[in-house]
């Protein structure tokens, strides 16, 4: 018998056998109706979202990050050409919502023309982190753009040194993730630490929050700043659990917790339970630790907020900073309904949020960071209009490193060893490389933004202010940003004194642009 014949007596083997398992078997109907063949359907089903991205969607449909949006970070990421051709294929003139930006003929900034222009440039924060209430470390963030919360087991751990990795060499920020400091975390980066429900890397043995263990990870580790997280944004008011197999030696020794056993993340914290003893808790871990405090939050119930503006304006006691995270923001894992229907979309919220703070005259006082699909220099742009003093960025970060968006965080399959556990996965993600695109992109969307600054005349995205943006409401209207958030005058800017500043340090960064000397002629 030849090669050939065996084979195929092999394969029609197989296929009997897979067809006899579908017909016994009682748990798919379709098999049971359709063996063997009813198998393709699973297939496509499984292979779906890779389909759709390079075969059927469009270049602005897919979700949650649109074929052009993807190419923009990668190509950004990677130094190439990120430039469109042929105009827009965007519907600008039947989408009710879309932003537009007021660009001014002649305004105080003047961009310069050369190619690398603006990427080199530091952009630092309009605001002094901490600087309102005398917080002793305090500091100026060296940019407005940052690493967002992504905790070392949502992440690899190759992941998670990428990236701080990146912020070292862009110079900017690194929110740890509720998930403690890792190993991983510390290549250079400056960390934001930020503390869950868990309190994990400064707990004690029964999981509750334990000061000295948090001043003594404070002092081994670049530590800038500390954020409460009270909720975020795809998982509002849900806790979480690490199950028992994902929890390995090195994140049982981040988390504080045993290796092997399931990790539990409450839906509350224990060391408060209103804006109140939620303002003494900050006081106390400012004046414990020198550090600027502040918490981050997705927006539902105005309540807490109104009555922590109260207590901040009567009291004494504040926070340093606010996160809002938009609903549109990514996770690992959540139920639908809460990535869907929980919490508001970012602007909206974000408006809420920053107009409850202005009207009780609090806003100066306080840095305004946003996270939620801000790492795109449309959606960051608006943001810091509406009062953003500094951007978070989460999934765009994890495009840079090499993320498909293949939608398979919650599955532990990865295929690009981003959101894994699994070492083989996790192996082919080169660290030093991918450090080096991350940073690449974060400067290419600081120089964006700085470019668009120049071209609506002020010399720092922090002083965009709403009178730079319009919002469509059809093909032939459109609405003020201030008037679609009932914003008044003078809103979404820093202080006086902190606009001089910036400008200050802008001018003597940025050098200005201009033209060909005038002409003999000309009239001045």
Not at 262 to 284: G, K, M, N, Q, T
Request: charged share 20%; aromatic share 6%; net charge negative.
């Amino acid at each position: 018998m030849s090669w050939v014949t065996r084979a195929a007596a092999a394969g029609l083997s197989a296929l009997a056998g897979v067809a006899a398992r579908d017909l016994l078997q009682r748990e798919h109907t379709l098999l049971r109706n359709f063996p063997v063949v009813g198998h393709a359907r699973y297939l496509i089903e499984a292979i779906g979202p890779e389909l759709r991205q390079y075969l059927v969607a469009g270049n602005n449909e897919e979700r949650p990050f649109t074929r052009d949006q993807r190419r923009w970070v990668y190509a950004s990421a990677k130094k190439e050409n990120n430039y469109f051709g042929f105009g827009t294929d965007n519907d600008l003139e039947y989408t009710a919502g879309y932003p537009v930006i007021n660009h001014r003929t002649f305004g105080r900034a003047v961009p310069t023309t050369h190619v690398a222009a603006g990427h080199e440039t530091p952009l630092p924060s309009a605001k002094v982190l901490g600087g309102a209430r005398g917080r002793a470390q305090a500091f100026r963030p060296n940019s407005v753009v940052n690493i967002s919360a992504m905790s070392f087991g949502s992440l690899s751990g190759r992941a998670v040194e990428a990236l701080n990795r990146a912020a070292a060499v862009a110079g900017c920020l690194h929110n740890t993730g509720e998930g403690g400091i890792s190993v991983h975390h510390r290549h250079g980066g400056e960390l934001v630490y930020q503390i869950g429900t868990a309190y994990f890397g400064c707990r004690d043995e029964h999981g509750r929050f334990e000061l000295g263990r948090l001043k003594d990870l404070v002092a081994s580790a670049p530590v800038r700043a500390l954020e409460i997280k009270l909720s975020q944004g795809a998982k509002p008011g849900l806790g979480g659990v690490l199950p028992a197999a994902k929890v390995s030696a090195e994140i049982a020794a981040a988390r504080g917790v045993p290796e092997g056993v399931d990790c539990i993340s409450p839906s509350r914290h224990a060391e408060f339970s209103d804006p109140d003893s939620l303002l003494d808790w900050v006081e106390l871990l400012a004046t414990e630790t020198g550090l600027p405090v502040g918490i981050k939050s997705a927006v539902g119930d105005m309540g807490f907020w109104h009555e922590l503006t109260e207590l901040m304006a009567t009291t004494g006691r504040g926070v340093d900073f606010v996160t809002i995270d938009g609903g549109e923001g990514g996770t690992g894992a959540a139920p639908l309904i809460f990535t869907d229907s929980v919490s508001l979309p970012f602007q909206l919220g974000f408006a809420r949020v920053y107009s409850t703070f202005a009207r009780a005259a609090l806003q100066e006082q306080v840095t305004f960071i946003g996270g939620g699909k801000l790492g795109l220099p449309d959606n960051a742009v608006v943001a810091f209009a509406l009062g953003c003093d500094m951007v978070n960025v989460a999934r765009e970060a994890m495009l840079a490193i090499g993320c498909i968006q293949a939608q398979k965080c919650h599955t532990d399959t990865c295929p690009t060893g981003v959101a894994t556990q699994n070492a083989w996965l996790a192996h082919g993600l080169d660290p030093a490389l991918k450090s080096v695109r991350a940073a690449t992109y974060i400067s290419t969307l600081r120089r964006d933004l700085l470019k668009v600054a120049e071209a609506c005349g002020v010399e720092h995205p922090g002083l965009i202010d709403t009178s730079a943006v319009e919002v469509l409401t059809g093909r032939t209207a459109a609405r003020p940003l201030s008037e679609v958030y009932d914003y008044e005058p003078g809103w979404g800017l820093p202080s006086a004194a902190d606009q001089a500043e910036i400008v200050r340090i802008m001018t003597a960064e940025a050098p200005q642009g201009g033209s060909a000397p005038p002409s003999p002629t000309a009239v001045g």
